[in-house]
């Protein structure tokens, strides 16, 4: 019997791999991702490349030797003026020539103030004038508080907190990540949608086109479901793995080549900081799964049940919600991960693969949830499974109109 | 399980959608190997019926049997089902197509593949093996259509008007196929409201007619027994001794007329009648009578159109 429920598997997968859909979406996905960082980076770093050399006139002393560097890096193309008598009217001059884009000019004042003056024909862009002005600053700070005898580097980089738990429980917590853990329970929400709404217009389209006649008449509706949301979910991991993949690849070899072609986008690195690991990266597939499986059955049902797009559209209403409800939770769930109340809705089975994953990946979670978590989605996957086979076996065969709420009862206690 | 002989057998069957009663009190066999034919004006409760033996629906009352047992999944992929409503899965190229349907009843997909292809040889569909479903014909996804239900070879075929929609070339195909399946043994019933095609092809016909059954016999048999039913007349002279109680009612044809007599009148009271009446009787021939005929005769005038061109068909049925 397994022999058929493998043929609609693949079936399913393959008209759905073949298609320009996936491929489109498949590598225009990656595509899209890495040219929203990539292409404004380039255009930032652009600005800068025909600006001439900036003399810097350091007045001070101290300041240049700390802002080269920086500078450098940041693509400004600099070099040191002595301070004497007429400089200004000589480096205007250079500049009046087109041999000098401008100069710096930086004196005590600066080391208690932090204040610069740019002497440009051409008024540098926003993000250049922030580097400039955040590099003198930081610049004079990092003197001042080596005056003091303090550790600058360490200061300035943030300082540290270090966790000393008082109980056990918590121990194994993983170091907080907000920013993942807001935009993977988003993704989490987007991916169990399109894939779950995938099985439900394939189910759709089956018994609108009438072809589900004879497809039942050779196998039991229960295993058509089961394919269907098998091969769906088969298409999903392939997209999700290539996605994973080409990120994989973007980060430990695309950006390395980036940033060796032009070093001017070196800071574009700091972005691997925010990357998730592998131990979360695993947990997200898992809440993907489950989410799925749990998500697609009740979306086949409801496919199962309508007759056109238009019913189907005000009928996954309900579903719809349970989707809706924890990104509108998700926040205050991620910001207090230990509240009663987080803790009950992130093991509400069908809350669990958006709220469960926010809180591990915003940290605050014991193991033992995350554990218990995957056993009641396991118990809700059986249940719904249940329910919703029944719906489906009685619905996809039925014309006329959409199921009442008794008419389904009566369907998932007759079927 | 117990062997009826049967491949199809429906006792007291009843089903009805709100108020609407689609098939009443129905008892139906078909015997194995045997071609069969359900007949009836579009709206009779054929559909409804297959439906019903394809487990597709579930009868109010009655009982459905396939192959001597209840309708389930093992014995309805033994039977090869062409719905009234064709579906295809358009994006799917033609030989995937039928593979598939091979697949999910137990043909390998090699096998399956090498049957599809002779099959779309023999249709001279060939080239299109490997193109999309969506860009064929209506008629040619139709013949797709029914590749996907013979691919699995098999021992019942149930064809739900399966002519409709091909054009007169392509139903002779058909025909040929349906009575080369019926020689190899496999047993056949299809519906139709095309007298004509039940005529050629049927051993057995079954006619429905507002729900119920009205007849239910071998073609042949029929034939002998309702022979006496249609006259058909030339004559010079008055035509008063053609109003009696034996005549259901009168078709003329242009050369002649033909007497379409109650069951079990006498046709000799005419002729009698006739002699008396002063008329030159030129003919008076008891003709085989067409099956259009028998229907009309059983079924009642005003039910179906001649040549198989159904009129008054009953609204809202399945």
Redesign the interface.
């Given at each position: 019997m397994l022999?058929?429920v493998w043929?609609?598997i693949r079936?399913e997968y393959l008209?759905r791999v073949r298609?320009k859909w996936f491929v489109a979406a498949t590598v225009g996905g990656p595509l899209f991702m890495s040219a929203m960082i990539v292409v404004p980076a380039y255009f930032a770093s652009q600005g800068s490349r025909d600006a001439r050399e900036v003399a810097v006139v350091d007045g001070t002393g101290v300041l240049y030797e700390r802002l080269a560097p920086q500078l450098a890096e940041a693509g400004w193309d600099v070099r040191e003026e002595r301070w004497r008598v007429n400089v200004v009217t000589e480096l205007r001059e250079a500049a009046d020539n087109n041999l000098l884009g401008g100069f710096l000019l930086l004196d005590e004042l600066t080391l208690e103030t932090g204040e610069g003056i740019l002497y440009t024909k051409d008024r540098p862009s926003a993000i250049r004038q922030v580097t400039l002005r955040s590099t003198i600053s930081r610049a004079a700070l990092e003197y001042q508080l080596e005056q003091q005898g303090v550790d600058a580097d360490a200061m300035l980089s943030g300082g540290e907190l270090r966790i000393e738990m008082l109980s056990e429980e918590g121990a194994d917590i993983e170091e907080p990540e907000f920013l993942v853990a807001y935009i993977g329970a988003f993704l989490l929400h987007m991916v169990i949608m399109l894939y779950a709404v995938a099985v439900m217009r394939a189910t759709l389209e089956?018994k609108t086109?009438?072809?589900?006649?004879?497809?039942?008449?050779?196998?039991?509706p229960w295993h058509l479901m089961l394919g269907k949301i098998l091969g769906v979910g088969a298409v999903s991991m392939t997209q999700m793995g290539i996605w994973l993949l080409s990120g994989v690849l973007m980060f430990t070899m695309g950006l390395p080549m980036l940033i060796s072609a032009r070093p001017e986008m070196a800071s574009m690195a700091e972005v691997i900081e925010f990357l998730p690991g592998f131990g979360l990266l695993a947990l997200f597939g898992g809440y993907f799964v489950f989410g799925f499986f749990m998500y697609s059955a009740l979306y086949a049902a409801v496919g199962a049940m309508c007759n056109s797009d238009e019913e189907a559209q005000q009928a996954q209403w309900p579903i719809m919600m349970l989707l809706i409800i924890p990104i509108v939770m998700v926040t205050n769930v991620i910001g207090n991960p230990s509240s009663t109340m987080a803790i009950t809705l992130s093991l509400v089975p069908l809350f669990s693969p958006i709220l469960m994953w926010g809180r591990v990946a915003g940290g605050g979670v014991p193991a033992w949830q995350i554990g218990l978590s995957f056993v009641l989605m396991l118990f809700a996957i059986f249940a719904i499974a249940w329910v919703a086979g029944r719906i489906y076996k009685v619905g996809i065969?039925m014309a006329g109109k959409r199921a009442t709420l008794p008419e389904l009862l009566r369907w998932i206690r007759e079927a | 399980m117990k062997d009826t002989g049967f491949a199809i057998r429906l006792q007291g069957v009843t089903k009805s959608f709100g108020k609407h009663t689609a098939v009443e009190d129905f008892d139906f066999e078909v015997p194995r190997g045997s071609i069969c034919g359900l007949l009836g004006p579009n709206g009779s409760g054929k559909t409804t019926t297959i439906r019903m033996i394809m487990g597709i629906l579930h009868p109010d009352e009655g009982s459905v049997e396939l192959f001597g047992a209840n309708p389930d999944v093992t014995r309805r992929t033994r039977v090869g089902y062409l719905p009234e409503e064709r579906g295809v899965y358009r994006k799917m190229k033609c030989i995937e197509f039928v593979t598939f349907l091979g697949e999910i009843r137990g043909v390998r997909r090699a096998e399956g593949k090498k049957r599809g292809l002779a099959w779309l040889e023999r249709l001279g569909l060939s080239e299109w093996a490997d193109k999309k479903i969506e860009d064929l014909s209506k008629g040619m996804q139709q013949k797709i259509q029914f590749v996907g239900t013979v691919i699995h070879e098999p021992e019942l075929l149930i064809l739900d008007e399966p002519f409709s929609g091909l054009d007169p070339i392509n139903q002779d195909v058909l025909e040929e196929i349906v009575r080369d399946f019926h020689s190899r043994g496999t047993t056949i019933l299809f519906s139709t409201h095309l007298m004509d095609q039940a005529e050629r092809l049927c051993e057995r016909v079954c006619l429905i007619s507002n729900a119920k059954k009205v007849l239910d016999a071998n073609l042949h048999e029929l034939k002998a027994a309702e022979r006496k039913g249609v006259v058909a007349v030339e004559f010079v002279g008055p035509d008063t001794w053609l109003d009696g109680p034996e005549i259901d009612r009168i078709e003329d044809t242009g050369k002649e007329l033909r007497l379409i007599l109650r069951a079990g009148a006498d046709h000799q009271a005419i002729l009698h009648r006739g002699v008396q009446s002063g008329a030159e009787i030129l003919r008076f021939d008891l003709v085989e009578p067409r099956l259009h005929d028998i229907f009309v005769r059983h079924a009642g005038a005003g039910v179906v159109g001649d040549a198989g061109t159904p009129v008054g068909a009953i609204p809202g049925g399945a």
């Amino acid at each position: 019997m397994l022999v058929n429920v493998w043929a609609v598997i693949r079936r399913e997968y393959l008209q759905r791999v073949r298609s320009k859909w996936f491929v489109a979406a498949t590598v225009g996905g990656p595509l899209f991702m890495s040219a929203m960082i990539v292409v404004p980076a380039y255009f930032a770093s652009q600005g800068s490349r025909d600006a001439r050399e900036v003399a810097v006139v350091d007045g001070t002393g101290v300041l240049y030797e700390r802002l080269a560097p920086q500078l450098a890096e940041a693509g400004w193309d600099v070099r040191e003026e002595r301070w004497r008598v007429n400089v200004v009217t000589e480096l205007r001059e250079a500049a009046d020539n087109n041999l000098l884009g401008g100069f710096l000019l930086l004196d005590e004042l600066t080391l208690e103030t932090g204040e610069g003056i740019l002497y440009t024909k051409d008024r540098p862009s926003a993000i250049r004038q922030v580097t400039l002005r955040s590099t003198i600053s930081r610049a004079a700070l990092e003197y001042q508080l080596e005056q003091q005898g303090v550790d600058a580097d360490a200061m300035l980089s943030g300082g540290e907190l270090r966790i000393e738990m008082l109980s056990e429980e918590g121990a194994d917590i993983e170091e907080p990540e907000f920013l993942v853990a807001y935009i993977g329970a988003f993704l989490l929400h987007m991916v169990i949608m399109l894939y779950a709404v995938a099985v439900m217009r394939a189910t759709l389209e089956e018994k609108t086109n009438r072809i589900v006649e004879v497809i039942i008449s050779s196998m039991k509706p229960w295993h058509l479901m089961l394919g269907k949301i098998l091969g769906v979910g088969a298409v999903s991991m392939t997209q999700m793995g290539i996605w994973l993949l080409s990120g994989v690849l973007m980060f430990t070899m695309g950006l390395p080549m980036l940033i060796s072609a032009r070093p001017e986008m070196a800071s574009m690195a700091e972005v691997i900081e925010f990357l998730p690991g592998f131990g979360l990266l695993a947990l997200f597939g898992g809440y993907f799964v489950f989410g799925f499986f749990m998500y697609s059955a009740l979306y086949a049902a409801v496919g199962a049940m309508c007759n056109s797009d238009e019913e189907a559209q005000q009928a996954q209403w309900p579903i719809m919600m349970l989707l809706i409800i924890p990104i509108v939770m998700v926040t205050n769930v991620i910001g207090n991960p230990s509240s009663t109340m987080a803790i009950t809705l992130s093991l509400v089975p069908l809350f669990s693969p958006i709220l469960m994953w926010g809180r591990v990946a915003g940290g605050g979670v014991p193991a033992w949830q995350i554990g218990l978590s995957f056993v009641l989605m396991l118990f809700a996957i059986f249940a719904i499974a249940w329910v919703a086979g029944r719906i489906y076996k009685v619905g996809i065969l039925m014309a006329g109109k959409r199921a009442t709420l008794p008419e389904l009862l009566r369907w998932i206690r007759e079927a | 399980m117990k062997d009826t002989g049967f491949a199809i057998r429906l006792q007291g069957v009843t089903k009805s959608f709100g108020k609407h009663t689609a098939v009443e009190d129905f008892d139906f066999e078909v015997p194995r190997g045997s071609i069969c034919g359900l007949l009836g004006p579009n709206g009779s409760g054929k559909t409804t019926t297959i439906r019903m033996i394809m487990g597709i629906l579930h009868p109010d009352e009655g009982s459905v049997e396939l192959f001597g047992a209840n309708p389930d999944v093992t014995r309805r992929t033994r039977v090869g089902y062409l719905p009234e409503e064709r579906g295809v899965y358009r994006k799917m190229k033609c030989i995937e197509f039928v593979t598939f349907l091979g697949e999910i009843r137990g043909v390998r997909r090699a096998e399956g593949k090498k049957r599809g292809l002779a099959w779309l040889e023999r249709l001279g569909l060939s080239e299109w093996a490997d193109k999309k479903i969506e860009d064929l014909s209506k008629g040619m996804q139709q013949k797709i259509q029914f590749v996907g239900t013979v691919i699995h070879e098999p021992e019942l075929l149930i064809l739900d008007e399966p002519f409709s929609g091909l054009d007169p070339i392509n139903q002779d195909v058909l025909e040929e196929i349906v009575r080369d399946f019926h020689s190899r043994g496999t047993t056949i019933l299809f519906s139709t409201h095309l007298m004509d095609q039940a005529e050629r092809l049927c051993e057995r016909v079954c006619l429905i007619s507002n729900a119920k059954k009205v007849l239910d016999a071998n073609l042949h048999e029929l034939k002998a027994a309702e022979r006496k039913g249609v006259v058909a007349v030339e004559f010079v002279g008055p035509d008063t001794w053609l109003d009696g109680p034996e005549i259901d009612r009168i078709e003329d044809t242009g050369k002649e007329l033909r007497l379409i007599l109650r069951a079990g009148a006498d046709h000799q009271a005419i002729l009698h009648r006739g002699v008396q009446s002063g008329a030159e009787i030129l003919r008076f021939d008891l003709v085989e009578p067409r099956l259009h005929d028998i229907f009309v005769r059983h079924a009642g005038a005003g039910v179906v159109g001649d040549a198989g061109t159904p009129v008054g068909a009953i609204p809202g049925g399945a």
